[in-house]
């Protein structure tokens, strides 16, 4: 055996080259001219999924057609063979060979399932790691500063069992793990109120800064809400309905008004109350990758 080739689903094994002595079906193997690489088969002729979409050798033919790859050893192979490490062996060649072999070992694409019951956090970064098809390791390796993989296997874990994320845990995703940017949008009907910009902690009404309620400690779930309740003239009058009643009312403005940060849960119960919808829009790189709207 010369390498691997490491792929989503599955990891190709290549056999040697063209001239070799022993052939075995289902290996890949090497050109001896153009170091390109062949799946080995006596009966397929096409590529296609199952056979990793490399053109087909059957030891005399090859078979090579628009869908097929193009792979070389030079280029895609992780060098397994003792003698030929021995010979270019570089601790970026080492380096390579172990991340390579981390990605084999966990190819998986997390696809948490979003439940009923999933707060604002919880459906945001299950539809971020959807969109972005990351894997465990793709996420150790972006977290900084850097979490092992027991820790980030354990967030993981936590997001698929736990319904409610708490502001805490959504923070060290958007900030240690993912590295993104998200804008909160409160609406009134299809006017914008306040936009949220994180993490540069920006409230923008379009109107008049609130300085003396952005300087507070105050998580930013709880200013835009004290800004909401100035903007709008909102007070218990307003929030009152058939189905809320004072006692709800009062737990709500008692929790706004104390030390403790505000759930995900909270602030959606707010915004529905005072007859208000918003958005959350995820950005990596400047482009949105996930939006996420309650009304």
């Not at 599955?10 to 040697?16: A, D, E, R, S």
Request: overall charge neutral; hydrophobic content about 35%; some cysteine.
């Amino acid at each position: 055996m010369i390498g691997i080739i490491p792929s989503g689903s599955k990891t190709f094994i290549v056999g040697g080259m063209f001239d070799c002595e022993t052939l075995e079906v289902g290996k890949l193997y090497v050109d001896n001219k153009t170091n390109r690489l062949y799946m080995y088969s006596l009966t397929e002729t096409r590529s296609n999924p199952s056979n990793g979409y490399f053109p087909i050798w059957n030891g005399n033919k090859t078979y090579v057609s628009k869908f097929s790859n193009e792979k070389y050893l030079d280029k895609d192979v992780v060098i397994t063979d003792i003698s030929c490490m021995c010979s270019n062996i570089s601790n970026e060649v080492a380096s390579q060979v172990l991340n390579q072999q981390r990605r084999s070992e966990n190819m998986e694409i997390l696809e948490p399932v979003l439940v009923d019951g999933d707060n604002t956090f919880t459906q945001c970064v299950k539809g971020i790691l959807n969109a972005q098809k990351y894997t465990l390791i793709d996420l150790v390796d972006m977290s900084r500063p850097r979490l092992s993989e027991k820790v980030i296997s354990n967030y993981y874990s936590a997001l698929t069992k736990i319904t409610f994320m708490r502001l805490d845990k959504w923070l060290i995703w958007i900030d240690v793990i993912l590295h993104m940017r998200y804008v909160i949008t409160v609406y009134k009907d299809d006017r914008v109120l306040l936009s949220f910009d994180y993490p540069r902690e920006i409230f923008d009404t379009g109107i008049i800064r609130y300085d003396s309620i952005i300087n507070t400690k105050d998580d930013s779930l709880k200013k835009i809400i004290k800004i909401l309740m100035i903007m709008e003239n909102i007070n218990k009058n307003n929030l009152r309905s058939k189905e809320v009643d004072d006692y709800t009312i009062n737990n709500m403005l008692t929790t706004i008004n104390s030390k403790k940060s505000l759930s995900a849960q909270l602030f959606s119960r707010f915004i529905r109350m005072a007859n208000l919808s918003y958005s959350v829009n995820v950005f990596k790189d400047g482009n949105m990758i996930f939006e996420y709207r309650e009304s």
